[in-house]
């Protein structure tokens, strides 16, 4: 059973990989656009975190203060995305402020995942 979990974690990571990736891309080409690949990448990492949070198969206590703040920023994450890609497709681009946070609250959600015990 522990293994099947790390499983869930290394899918729950590469979805955030997908979407940080997908991100960095467009900035590095200086498109600031959403594109598919992002929303994909927060599905992914949306449906593991939520498979990651049932309390299966293990011998501790889950910590649902950090389950609850990476929720809330995947929800925020999909709300920027989907804001951006209205805005995307009436005037054919990602404002700033919209593109820039989604890159900052997926490294931050990241970087809860990993650092937060």
């Known amino acids: 059973m522990e293994i099947l979990r ?5 899918v729950h990571l590469v979805g955030f990989a997908i ?7 467009e900035a590095v080409n200086g498109k600031h656009q959403i594109t598919r690949l992002m929303n994909w ?11 990651l949070a049932a309390p299966w198969g293990i011998d501790y206590d889950l910590n649902y203060a950090k ?23 009436k005037t054919g681009s990602v404002p700033g402020a919209i593109f820039w946070s989604i890159g900052v609250l ?10 937060w015990r």
């Not at 990448?41 to 498979?51: E, H, K, V, Y």
């Not at 997926?106 to 650092?115: G, K, S």
């Open 6 to 10: 790390h499983v869930v974690v290394l």
């Open 19 to 25: 979407l940080f990736g997908a991100w960095v891309v």
């Open 41 to 51: 990448g927060l599905a992914i990492a949306g449906l593991a975190g939520l498979i």
């Open 67 to 89: 389950i609850g703040v990476k929720l809330v920023i995947l929800v925020i994450i999909g709300a920027l995305l989907g804001i951006g890609a209205g805005r995307q497709r």
């Open 106 to 115: 997926t490294f931050a959600n990241a970087a809860i995942a990993v650092l």
